[in-house]
């Protein structure tokens, strides 16, 4: 029997829809890591490197390099850009309460040390950061930790912890709008270096990298996820499919898990190379906590 001329254009319209949409990420494709993946000038949707962006973009991207801001949808720059629709202020608000909450043996409080939060402005900018006393980079956490065992005598915080993730956001919130400048000479090279060849190593049961999906694929769809250039401005960021406030390194832990491979702990040294590695990747953006993200 001969197709009706309506299921003759059904057809035509799914093959072209098909044989029009961006190509998968294939777990076995090959790939050369390029020296510096971003300012490379990596694939953009072309959407995105049209000259027509909205002007309001213009402060998350810098070169090639595209904030995940870029990506999300209107609505969800909408609510990050609202203090009271951001959901991820209700974390900076309980950081206020702990700044200024007596802990420890020695009696004192954040703000015993440094005065009002607002003396934070900027601070974030550098992290993470080579501490000497310490012989390894720290990241915004585990100075809160250092600070919390050494100046006030008190009981380090869990990774992840409601408590951590207040205080963190709360200090990288007073540097908004800042651009990220990490030092990238003396020993934090090597840690540099560290990150990135975890980021561009294969792993896992589909044998893909990071490079893949953030690299390769930016602004394209894996299923309906649009994916991003995986920068680290944003965190701690509230992601609406956690309905919650998490740190990079509960993010880095769950693209390991979409990889199907073996995660590390959080803090862990190999997801600290990692935040050093992606936060030099994206040199000149924004801080922008609390973010929210899809």
């Known amino acids: 029997m001969p197709m009706s001329r309506g299921v003759l254009c059904a057809l035509a319209g799914f093959v072209l829809a098909v044989f029009s949409c961006p190509g998968p990420v294939v777990a076995g494709e090959s790939g050369v890591a390029s020296p510096s993946p971003v300012d490379a000038a990596p694939h953009i949707d ?40 951001n959901p991820g202020f209700a974390w900076v608000e309980r950081g206020r309460g702990l700044w200024t909450e007596v802990e420890g043996a020695n009696g004192k409080s954040c703000a015993s040390c440094h005065g009002p939060v607002e003396s934070m402005a900027g601070k974030a900018v550098s992290y993470p950061k080579w501490k ?19 100046a006030m005598k008190a009981e380090p915080w869990e990774h992840e912890s409601p408590q951590l993730l207040a205080m963190t956001t709360l200090i990288k919130q007073q540097s908004r709008g800042l651009p ?43 299923r309906a996820e649009t994916l991003s250039q995986a920068h680290v401005n944003g965190f701690p960021t509230y992601r609406l499919g956690w309905q919650g406030l998490g740190s990079l390194h509960r993010r880095l832990e769950t693209c390991y898990e979409q990889m199907r491979a073996e995660t590390y702990p959080l803090g862990s040294d190999e997801y600290v190379a990692l935040e050093i590695f992606l936060t030099d990747r994206g040199r000149g953006l924004p801080i922008e906590t609390p973010s929210v993200r899809r």
């Open 46 to 85: 072309a959407a995105l490197a049209a000259p027509r962006i909205d002007a309001a973009l213009a402060p998350y991207i810098v070169g090639a390099k595209r904030s995940g801001y870029v990506y999300a949808l209107p609505e969800t720059r909408a609510m990050q850009d609202d203090e009271i629709m």
């Open 132 to 150: 000497a006393s310490m012989n390894r980079p720290v990241t915004v956490e585990r100075q809160i930790n250092f600070c919390r065992v050494a």
């Open 180 to 222: 990220m400048s990490m030092a990238d000479d003396g020993p934090m090279r090597e840690w540099i270096d560290r990150g990135k060849a975890l980021y561009f190593a294969r792993r896992g049961q589909l044998d893909m990298s990071c490079k893949h999906c953030h690299d390769d694929h930016p602004g394209e769809k894996l």
